[in-house]
Protein backbone atom coordinates (compact mmCIF):
# COMPACT_ATOMS: atom_id res chain seq x y z
CA UNK A 1 0.00 0.00 0.00
CA UNK A 2 1.54 3.24 -0.98
CA UNK A 3 2.20 5.51 1.96
CA UNK A 4 2.29 9.51 2.23
CA UNK A 5 3.10 12.01 5.40
CA UNK A 6 0.22 13.36 7.37
CA UNK A 7 0.08 15.67 10.66
CA UNK A 8 -2.19 14.30 13.29
CA UNK A 9 -3.73 14.82 16.23
CA UNK A 10 -4.38 12.28 18.45
CA UNK A 11 -6.31 13.55 21.35
CA UNK A 12 -8.06 16.99 22.39
CA UNK A 13 -4.87 19.14 23.73
CA UNK A 14 -2.02 16.58 22.64
CA UNK A 15 0.53 17.73 20.11
CA UNK A 16 0.62 17.72 16.21
CA UNK A 17 2.34 14.35 15.02
CA UNK A 18 4.08 13.40 11.74
CA UNK A 19 3.14 10.37 10.64
CA UNK A 20 3.03 7.99 7.76
CA UNK A 21 -0.49 6.59 6.34
CA UNK A 22 -1.85 4.68 3.77
CA UNK A 23 -2.54 7.06 0.87
CA UNK A 24 -6.62 6.73 0.90
CA UNK A 25 -8.83 6.07 -1.83
CA UNK A 26 -11.81 8.08 -3.52
CA UNK A 27 -15.50 6.51 -2.48
CA UNK A 28 -18.25 6.88 -5.19
CA UNK A 29 -18.66 10.44 -5.53
CA UNK A 30 -15.73 11.58 -4.11
CA UNK A 31 -12.41 12.50 -5.52
CA UNK A 32 -8.37 11.76 -3.96
CA UNK A 33 -6.42 15.24 -4.04
CA UNK A 34 -2.59 15.74 -4.16
CA UNK A 35 -2.39 18.58 -1.60
CA UNK A 36 0.18 21.59 -2.74
CA UNK A 37 -0.63 23.86 -0.14
CA UNK A 38 -2.72 23.93 2.88
CA UNK A 39 -3.87 27.39 5.20
CA UNK A 40 -3.50 27.44 8.89
CA UNK A 41 -6.87 28.52 10.53
CA UNK A 42 -7.46 29.60 13.65
CA UNK A 43 -10.57 27.02 13.52
CA UNK A 44 -7.90 24.36 13.33
CA UNK A 45 -7.75 24.98 17.36
CA UNK A 46 -11.26 23.29 17.16
CA UNK A 47 -9.61 19.92 16.53
CA UNK A 48 -6.61 20.55 18.23
CA UNK A 49 -8.27 21.82 21.53
CA UNK A 50 -11.48 19.54 21.41
CA UNK A 51 -13.65 22.59 21.20
CA UNK A 52 -16.44 20.87 18.78
CA UNK A 53 -19.42 18.10 19.89
CA UNK A 54 -18.43 14.11 19.30
CA UNK A 55 -14.69 14.53 17.58
CA UNK A 56 -13.22 12.11 17.60
CA UNK A 57 -9.21 11.52 16.93
CA UNK A 58 -6.59 10.76 15.52
CA UNK A 59 -7.83 13.82 12.91
CA UNK A 60 -5.62 15.70 10.35
CA UNK A 61 -6.72 19.19 10.48
CA UNK A 62 -6.55 21.88 7.63
CA UNK A 63 -9.35 22.94 5.38
CA UNK A 64 -7.61 25.36 3.29
CA UNK A 65 -6.38 23.16 0.45
CA UNK A 66 -5.35 23.64 -3.26
CA UNK A 67 -4.08 20.59 -5.04
CA UNK A 68 -4.89 18.33 -8.17
CA UNK A 69 -7.12 15.79 -8.36
CA UNK A 70 -5.63 12.10 -8.48
CA UNK A 71 -8.22 9.48 -8.32
CA UNK A 72 -11.76 9.46 -8.95
CA UNK A 73 -14.37 7.40 -7.06
CA UNK A 74 -17.67 6.22 -9.10
CA UNK A 75 -20.61 8.80 -9.99
CA UNK A 76 -18.54 11.66 -10.62
CA UNK A 77 -19.15 14.47 -13.09
CA UNK A 78 -17.76 17.48 -14.31
CA UNK A 79 -13.90 16.40 -12.62
CA UNK A 80 -11.18 14.54 -14.62
CA UNK A 81 -7.69 13.73 -13.14
CA UNK A 82 -4.89 16.70 -13.34
CA UNK A 83 -7.57 19.37 -12.24
CA UNK A 84 -6.78 21.81 -9.85
CA UNK A 85 -9.46 21.71 -6.94
CA UNK A 86 -9.53 23.70 -3.90
CA UNK A 87 -11.64 22.55 -0.59
CA UNK A 88 -12.94 24.66 2.21
CA UNK A 89 -14.13 23.27 4.83
CA UNK A 90 -18.12 22.78 3.97
CA UNK A 91 -18.04 18.94 3.15
CA UNK A 92 -20.87 18.75 0.42
CA UNK A 93 -24.29 17.91 0.16
CA UNK A 94 -26.48 15.76 -1.35
CA UNK A 95 -28.66 17.88 -3.75
CA UNK A 96 -32.01 16.39 -2.82
CA UNK A 97 -33.01 16.34 0.66
CA UNK A 98 -35.14 19.34 1.32
CA UNK A 99 -32.42 21.88 2.51
CA UNK A 100 -30.65 21.18 -0.52
CA UNK A 101 -34.08 21.28 -2.43
CA UNK A 102 -34.19 24.91 -0.68
CA UNK A 103 -30.65 25.85 -1.85
CA UNK A 104 -29.83 25.66 1.82
CA UNK A 105 -26.66 23.35 1.37
CA UNK A 106 -25.10 23.70 5.12
CA UNK A 107 -28.30 22.26 6.35
CA UNK A 108 -27.81 19.07 4.15
CA UNK A 109 -27.48 16.07 6.46
CA UNK A 110 -27.05 13.55 4.20
CA UNK A 111 -23.94 13.95 2.68
CA UNK A 112 -22.09 17.11 4.80
CA UNK A 113 -19.39 16.51 6.96
CA UNK A 114 -16.53 18.89 7.88
CA UNK A 115 -12.82 19.01 6.17
CA UNK A 116 -10.02 18.95 8.87
CA UNK A 117 -13.00 18.66 11.97
CA UNK A 118 -14.57 15.68 11.05
CA UNK A 119 -13.35 14.00 8.68
CA UNK A 120 -9.26 14.21 7.62
CA UNK A 121 -8.37 17.69 6.02
CA UNK A 122 -5.08 19.19 4.62
CA UNK A 123 -2.11 18.93 6.97
CA UNK A 124 -0.61 15.69 4.72
CA UNK A 125 0.04 14.65 0.96
CA UNK A 126 -3.45 13.39 0.29
CA UNK A 127 -7.14 14.01 1.21
CA UNK A 128 -10.51 13.07 -0.07
CA UNK A 129 -13.52 15.43 -0.70
CA UNK A 130 -16.81 14.63 -2.53
CA UNK A 131 -16.90 16.16 -6.00
CA UNK A 132 -19.63 18.65 -5.34
CA UNK A 133 -17.45 20.19 -2.63
CA UNK A 134 -14.41 20.94 -4.39
CA UNK A 135 -13.92 24.32 -6.34
CA UNK A 136 -11.89 24.81 -9.65
CA UNK A 137 -8.53 27.25 -9.52
CA UNK A 138 -7.93 29.62 -11.88
CA UNK A 139 -4.80 28.74 -13.91
CA UNK A 140 -2.49 31.63 -12.99
CA UNK A 141 -3.32 31.42 -9.02
CA UNK A 142 -0.61 29.70 -7.58
CA UNK A 143 -1.18 27.18 -4.70
CA UNK A 144 -0.03 29.18 -1.73
CA UNK A 145 -1.81 32.32 -2.89
CA UNK A 146 -5.15 30.23 -3.24
CA UNK A 147 -5.29 27.89 -0.16
CA UNK A 148 -5.81 30.88 2.51
CA UNK A 149 -8.98 32.04 0.28
CA UNK A 150 -10.54 28.81 0.77
CA UNK A 151 -11.85 29.43 4.28
CA UNK A 152 -10.05 32.79 5.45
CA UNK A 153 -11.28 34.34 1.95
CA UNK A 154 -14.24 32.88 1.63
CA UNK A 155 -15.55 33.82 4.88
CA UNK A 156 -14.64 37.19 4.46
CA UNK A 157 -15.94 37.93 0.69
CA UNK A 158 -18.64 36.36 1.10
CA UNK A 159 -19.71 37.66 4.46
CA UNK A 160 -19.21 41.42 2.41
CA UNK A 161 -20.85 40.55 -0.42
CA UNK A 162 -24.47 39.18 1.71
CA UNK A 163 -24.38 41.87 4.07
CA UNK A 164 -26.49 44.18 2.35
CA UNK A 165 -23.68 47.21 2.42
CA UNK A 166 -23.58 49.13 -0.97
CA UNK A 167 -20.50 50.75 -2.44
CA UNK A 168 -19.39 53.94 -0.63
CA UNK A 169 -21.09 53.24 2.27
CA UNK A 170 -18.75 52.60 5.46
CA UNK A 171 -17.68 49.26 6.32
CA UNK A 172 -14.82 48.07 9.19
CA UNK A 173 -13.07 45.35 9.53
CA UNK A 174 -12.22 44.42 13.34
CA UNK A 175 -8.85 42.10 13.39
CA UNK A 176 -6.05 42.01 11.15
CA UNK A 177 -5.45 38.41 11.50
CA UNK A 178 -5.82 36.21 8.73
CA UNK A 179 -9.84 36.50 8.03
CA UNK A 180 -9.56 40.12 8.80
CA UNK A 181 -6.47 41.21 6.04
CA UNK A 182 -8.37 39.99 3.46
CA UNK A 183 -11.31 41.70 4.44
CA UNK A 184 -9.87 44.72 4.46
CA UNK A 185 -8.84 44.25 0.98
CA UNK A 186 -11.90 43.23 -0.57
CA UNK A 187 -13.94 45.85 1.74
CA UNK A 188 -11.22 47.96 -0.41
CA UNK A 189 -12.39 46.05 -3.59
CA UNK A 190 -15.91 46.65 -3.32
CA UNK A 191 -15.85 50.16 -3.07
CA UNK A 192 -16.38 50.46 0.70
CA UNK A 193 -15.28 52.95 2.47
CA UNK A 194 -13.02 50.68 4.19
CA UNK A 195 -11.89 51.07 8.33
CA UNK A 196 -9.68 48.77 9.74
CA UNK A 197 -9.26 48.26 13.84
CA UNK A 198 -6.74 46.46 15.49
CA UNK A 199 -4.77 46.42 18.84
CA UNK A 200 -1.85 48.90 18.45
CA UNK A 201 -0.47 50.83 15.61
CA UNK A 202 2.29 47.96 14.59
CA UNK A 203 -0.53 47.14 11.77
CA UNK A 204 -1.50 50.86 10.70
CA UNK A 205 1.05 50.94 7.74
CA UNK A 206 0.29 47.34 6.46
CA UNK A 207 -3.80 48.14 6.87
CA UNK A 208 -3.30 51.12 4.78
CA UNK A 209 -1.18 49.31 1.82
CA UNK A 210 -3.94 46.70 1.88
CA UNK A 211 -6.76 49.17 1.16
CA UNK A 212 -7.91 50.77 4.67
CA UNK A 213 -8.84 54.68 4.55
CA UNK A 214 -8.79 54.79 7.84
CA UNK A 215 -7.27 53.05 10.84
CA UNK A 216 -8.56 52.61 14.49
CA UNK A 217 -5.82 51.42 16.95
CA UNK A 218 -8.07 49.61 19.62
CA UNK A 219 -5.83 50.55 22.28
CA UNK A 220 -5.09 53.53 21.99
CA UNK A 221 -8.88 54.82 21.01
CA UNK A 222 -12.54 54.13 21.34
CA UNK A 223 -13.43 52.39 17.90
CA UNK A 224 -17.24 53.05 18.55
CA UNK A 225 -16.55 56.80 18.87
CA UNK A 226 -14.07 57.06 16.04
CA UNK A 227 -16.75 55.17 13.70
CA UNK A 228 -19.75 57.32 15.03
CA UNK A 229 -17.54 60.39 13.92
CA UNK A 230 -17.61 58.93 10.49
CA UNK A 231 -21.59 58.61 10.67
CA UNK A 232 -21.71 55.31 11.82
CA UNK A 233 -20.63 51.74 10.19
CA UNK A 234 -23.34 50.14 8.00
CA UNK A 235 -21.26 46.85 8.77
CA UNK A 236 -18.87 45.81 10.97
CA UNK A 237 -17.24 42.24 9.84
CA UNK A 238 -15.91 41.51 13.24
CA UNK A 239 -13.08 38.70 12.21
CA UNK A 240 -11.58 38.55 16.26
CA UNK A 241 -11.52 35.53 18.43
CA UNK A 242 -12.55 38.21 21.33
CA UNK A 243 -16.17 38.61 22.29
CA UNK A 244 -15.53 42.12 24.14
CA UNK A 245 -14.00 43.21 21.54
CA UNK A 246 -16.37 42.81 19.22
CA UNK A 247 -18.80 44.35 22.11
CA UNK A 248 -16.83 47.52 21.98
CA UNK A 249 -17.95 48.28 18.65
CA UNK A 250 -21.35 47.70 18.82
CA UNK A 251 -21.58 51.58 19.04
CA UNK A 252 -20.16 52.30 16.42
CA UNK A 253 -22.67 50.77 14.29
CA UNK A 254 -24.75 53.53 11.74
CA UNK A 255 -28.46 53.27 11.46
CA UNK A 256 -29.68 50.01 10.61
CA UNK A 257 -26.07 49.28 10.47
CA UNK A 258 -25.12 45.38 11.17
CA UNK A 259 -22.69 43.13 13.08
CA UNK A 260 -21.65 40.47 10.75
CA UNK A 261 -20.04 37.98 13.50
CA UNK A 262 -17.25 35.49 11.54
CA UNK A 263 -15.17 35.67 14.46
CA UNK A 264 -15.53 32.31 16.73
CA UNK A 265 -15.99 34.28 20.24
CA UNK A 266 -17.12 32.19 23.33
CA UNK A 267 -19.78 34.74 23.80
CA UNK A 268 -20.94 38.16 22.82
CA UNK A 269 -22.71 41.08 25.20
CA UNK A 270 -25.51 42.93 23.16
CA UNK A 271 -27.59 45.88 24.74
CA UNK A 272 -30.74 45.75 23.62
CA UNK A 273 -31.34 49.21 23.54
CA UNK A 274 -28.57 50.11 21.07
CA UNK A 275 -30.12 47.74 18.61
CA UNK A 276 -33.60 49.05 19.02
CA UNK A 277 -32.33 52.71 18.81
CA UNK A 278 -30.62 52.24 15.53
CA UNK A 279 -32.70 48.93 14.60
CA UNK A 280 -29.17 47.72 14.35
CA UNK A 281 -28.21 43.59 14.33
CA UNK A 282 -25.85 41.40 14.93
CA UNK A 283 -25.91 38.95 12.16
CA UNK A 284 -23.47 35.45 12.30
CA UNK A 285 -22.08 34.46 9.16
CA UNK A 286 -20.13 30.88 8.03
CA UNK A 287 -18.26 30.82 5.07
CA UNK A 288 -19.68 29.23 2.05
CA UNK A 289 -20.13 26.14 -0.15
CA UNK A 290 -17.40 25.61 -3.40
CA UNK A 291 -19.17 27.64 -5.69
CA UNK A 292 -18.60 30.63 -3.48
CA UNK A 293 -15.26 29.78 -2.82
CA UNK A 294 -14.85 29.55 -6.84
CA UNK A 295 -16.60 33.21 -6.85
CA UNK A 296 -13.94 34.21 -4.12
CA UNK A 297 -10.84 33.05 -6.54
CA UNK A 298 -12.22 34.30 -9.79
CA UNK A 299 -12.49 37.91 -7.72
CA UNK A 300 -9.27 37.15 -5.88
CA UNK A 301 -7.51 37.08 -9.21
CA UNK A 302 -9.98 39.78 -10.88
CA UNK A 303 -8.97 42.15 -8.50
CA UNK A 304 -5.49 41.40 -6.97
CA UNK A 305 -6.39 40.69 -3.79
CA UNK A 306 -3.93 38.32 -2.01
CA UNK A 307 -3.37 36.55 1.10
CA UNK A 308 -0.03 37.49 2.63
CA UNK A 309 1.61 34.30 3.43
CA UNK A 310 4.32 32.94 5.45
CA UNK A 311 5.02 29.15 3.73
CA UNK A 312 6.79 26.65 5.74
CA UNK A 313 7.10 23.15 4.60
CA UNK A 314 4.45 20.54 6.18
CA UNK A 315 6.56 19.34 9.11
CA UNK A 316 6.59 22.26 10.48
CA UNK A 317 2.87 22.31 10.95
CA UNK A 318 3.42 22.59 14.77
CA UNK A 319 5.61 25.65 14.47
CA UNK A 320 3.35 27.80 11.99
CA UNK A 321 0.14 27.16 14.36
CA UNK A 322 2.06 28.43 17.10
CA UNK A 323 2.64 31.40 15.40
CA UNK A 324 -0.60 32.01 14.30
CA UNK A 325 -2.15 31.37 17.42
CA UNK A 326 0.58 33.45 19.20
CA UNK A 327 -0.86 36.56 16.78
CA UNK A 328 2.60 36.64 15.08
CA UNK A 329 1.91 35.31 11.54
CA UNK A 330 1.68 38.42 8.93
CA UNK A 331 -0.93 37.31 7.88
CA UNK A 332 -1.46 33.60 7.07
CA UNK A 333 0.77 30.80 7.39
CA UNK A 334 0.26 27.91 4.70
CA UNK A 335 2.16 24.65 4.74
CA UNK A 336 3.45 23.13 1.48
CA UNK A 337 3.75 19.79 0.37
CA UNK A 338 5.87 20.19 -2.40
CA UNK A 339 3.96 18.08 -4.99
N1 LIG B 1 -17.33 32.06 10.45
C1 LIG B 1 -16.52 31.27 9.79
O1 LIG B 1 -16.92 30.57 8.86
C2 LIG B 1 -15.08 31.26 10.15
C3 LIG B 1 -14.14 30.86 9.21
C4 LIG B 1 -12.79 30.93 9.53
C5 LIG B 1 -12.40 31.38 10.78
N2 LIG B 1 -13.35 31.73 11.68
C6 LIG B 1 -12.96 32.25 13.00
O2 LIG B 1 -12.53 33.60 12.79
C7 LIG B 1 -11.60 33.97 13.81
C8 LIG B 1 -10.34 34.54 13.18
O3 LIG B 1 -9.64 33.52 12.49
P1 LIG B 1 -8.18 33.85 11.86
O4 LIG B 1 -7.77 32.58 11.19
O5 LIG B 1 -8.23 35.11 11.15
O6 LIG B 1 -7.33 34.01 13.21
P2 LIG B 1 -5.95 34.76 13.47
O7 LIG B 1 -5.19 34.92 12.22
O8 LIG B 1 -5.33 34.05 14.62
O9 LIG B 1 -6.41 36.22 13.95
C9 LIG B 1 -7.02 36.39 15.21
C10 LIG B 1 -7.63 37.76 15.28
O10 LIG B 1 -8.25 37.88 16.56
C11 LIG B 1 -7.84 39.09 17.16
N3 LIG B 1 -7.71 38.88 18.62
C12 LIG B 1 -7.16 37.84 19.26
N4 LIG B 1 -7.23 38.02 20.58
C13 LIG B 1 -7.84 39.22 20.76
C14 LIG B 1 -8.21 39.99 21.91
N5 LIG B 1 -7.96 39.54 23.15
N6 LIG B 1 -8.84 41.19 21.71
C15 LIG B 1 -9.08 41.63 20.47
N7 LIG B 1 -8.76 40.96 19.35
C16 LIG B 1 -8.15 39.76 19.51
C17 LIG B 1 -6.54 39.50 16.51
O11 LIG B 1 -6.63 40.90 16.51
P3 LIG B 1 -5.48 41.96 16.13
O12 LIG B 1 -5.50 42.05 14.64
O13 LIG B 1 -5.90 43.21 16.78
O14 LIG B 1 -4.20 41.37 16.66
C18 LIG B 1 -6.63 38.90 15.14
O15 LIG B 1 -7.18 39.82 14.22
C19 LIG B 1 -11.37 32.70 14.63
O16 LIG B 1 -12.23 32.73 15.75
C20 LIG B 1 -11.80 31.59 13.68
O17 LIG B 1 -12.16 30.40 14.36
C21 LIG B 1 -14.67 31.69 11.40
ZN1 LIG C 1 -11.04 28.28 8.59
Redesign the pocket.
Same mark, same amino acid.
Given at each position: MPKMRAIQVSRAGGPFELVERDIPEPAAGSARVKIQACGI !???D? #?VKDGHFPGLSYPRVPGHEVIGIVDALGSDVSGWAIGDRAGIG?NGGYCGYCDACRRGNFFGCQTATYITGITSDGGYADYTIARSEALAHVPEDLPAADGAPLM !??GV =?TYN !?LRNSGARPGEVVAV? &?? &? $?? $?HLGVQFAAKMGYKTIA #?? *? $?RD?EALARKLGALQYID?KAQDPAAELLKLGGAQVILA =?? =??G??MTSVIGGLGINGTLM? #? &???ASLEVSPFQLLSGRRSVK &????GTSIDSQDTLAFSVLTGVRSMNEILPLERASEGYER +? +?K $?D?R? *?VVLTTGH
Open positions: !CHSS #IW !CA =T !CL &GL &G $GL $G #IA *R $GKS =TV =TSDAV #I &GAA &GWYS +M +M $GAF *R
